[in-house]
């Protein structure tokens, strides 16, 4: 291929956009109305956003050259041939950023080109040239040219990418709101002659998942919840619960991390786990809500919504475990919580007796509603209303850790 010289910046941008268009349209009407809107406008962003260039020059190789023949005409008078030997070299480098833009006859565009080979697998870019003589110095000035040639739109190619990423997320949320408002007017019509669409169709505002280099696509989930306020998605919380529970148990097993530590110490060691693993939170400990400071909260950076709150403490019977959820749930949690944790920290050598207890005793809490389940032998799911709010439910873990050394 000639290096940034097969398809029309506009041509490129305009199937650019055309795909996203299409990957939308292709999804159909349940799934655009019960997806989580921001869930899938993130998705796509990631999807389609150019990655810019790099040509990382520090990799440079070749191979031993490939010798052969070619014939020259000689230009004395007999007009006859002989051969010349030729040394045939192909020079490699890895490269990070969108592949698609090697392929872009940018704007502006520098009048020069050269033909190159891309290894998408491997990420490998190369070129090739022929010399007819072993001249070193030769051979660094062709390589010079050649690269400078294969490579001068390089900066143009992501000067483009970066006007194009610019607009990218307001493009998209266009996109997907105009084929969103097409479904909705849809079951407007449907409403008004009294044909019944399904209600499950409200938007839901998820603060950002875990990041991945491979870019998974959002499904819609049967664990789908609706809020008008951002909110942890159901799988964030799932990972959260997770850290915390494959965090508590590891401690189990190096007593030096926990021996002589109160609540605090020992709940410095989930927050440092959870403070860097989640792109577009915040996690803090002791922490002002409502009228107390909680152990542990996870906060939606952009505008500082509680995403997840918890309650650290030591196991000292049934009576202080009933005060420690009410406390969490009356002083701590505001309307807007939906998710919470108690992390219960247990001495008493009869673990299995304690956690008998913990489930026996969380149901008699009169803020209980239903019990969900468990995700492990000392994890176990609940939901609790608010106490201030029957109506509003939260989902609430309660872990305990055998902490008895």
């Known amino acids: 291929m000639n290096s940034f010289?097969?398809?029309n910046i506009y041509d490129f941008e305009n199937g650019r956009q055309a795909d996203i268009i299409k990957e939308i349209q292709s999804k159909g009407k349940d799934y655009i109305l019960?997806?989580?809107?921001?869930?899938?406008?993130?998705?796509?962003?990631?999807?389609?956003?150019?990655?810019?260039?790099?040509?990382?020059t520090d990799t440079e190789s070749f191979d031993t050259p490939h010798t052969s023949k070619e014939r020259h005409t000689n230009h004395s008078y007999d007009r006859g041939y002989h051969e010349v030997d030729v040394y045939s070299f192909t020079i490699k480098y890895s490269y990070s950023g969108s592949d698609e833009l090697f392929y872009v006859h940018t704007n502006p565009w520098n009048i020069t080109s050269y033909d190159i080979t891309l290894d998408k697998r491997l990420k490998k870019v190369s070129f090739s040239f022929k010399m007819y003589k072993q001249d070193a110095e030769e051979f660094m000035r062709t390589k010079s040219q050649c690269f400078g040639d294969a490579f001068s739109n390089l900066e143009n190619a992501n000067k483009n990418a970066a006007d194009f990423n610019r607009n990218l997320r307001d493009s998209v949320t266009r996109s997907f709101q105009r084929e969103k408002e097409k479904y909705l007017k849809e079951n407007d019509?449907?409403?008004?002659?009294?044909?019944?669409?399904?209600?499950?169709t409200q938007s839901v505002f998820t603060a950002p998942t875990i990041t991945k280099k491979v870019i998974p696509q959002p499904t819609v989930s049967n664990k789908k919840e609706f809020s008008s306020e951002p909110m942890m998605s159901t799988e964030m919380y799932d990972d959260v619960l997770r850290v915390i529970y494959d965090s508590g148990k590891n401690m189990e097993k190096k007593p030096a991390l926990y021996i002589e530590k109160d609540e605090e110490g020992l709940r410095d060691q989930f927050l440092f786990v959870l403070e860097t693993r989640y792109e577009g939170t915040t996690a803090s400990g002791e922490t002002f809500n409502r009228s107390g400071k909680a152990d542990i909260i996870l906060k939606y950076a952009k505008d500082g919504s509680n995403l997840f709150v918890a309650e650290c403490k030591f196991w000292h019977g049934p009576?202080?475990?009933?005060?420690?959820?009410?406390?969490?749930?009356?002083?701590?949690?505001?309307?807007?919580?939906?998710k919470a944790a108690l992390i219960m920290f247990v001495k008493n050598k009869d673990f299995s007796n304690v956690l008998t207890t913990i489930k026996s005793e969380a149901k008699t809490h009169?803020?209980?509603?239903?019990?969900?389940?468990?995700r492990g032998e000392s994890s176990f799911s609940y939901i609790f209303c608010l106490p201030q709010d029957k109506q509003k439910q939260v989902h609430f873990e309660i872990m305990a850790f055998h902490y008895d050394k």
């Open 189 to 200: 019509f449907f409403t008004a002659i009294n044909i019944k669409v399904n209600p499950d």
């Open 319 to 338: 009576s202080e475990f009933l005060a420690a959820i009410s406390q969490l749930f009356e002083r701590y949690l505001t309307w807007r919580d939906s």
């Open 366 to 374: 009169n803020l209980f509603m239903n019990e969900v389940g468990s």
């Open 5 to 7: 010289n097969e398809i």
């Open 34 to 56: 019960k997806i989580d809107e921001q869930e899938f406008i993130n998705y796509l962003h990631d999807k389609y956003l150019l990655e810019p260039l790099t040509i990382h």
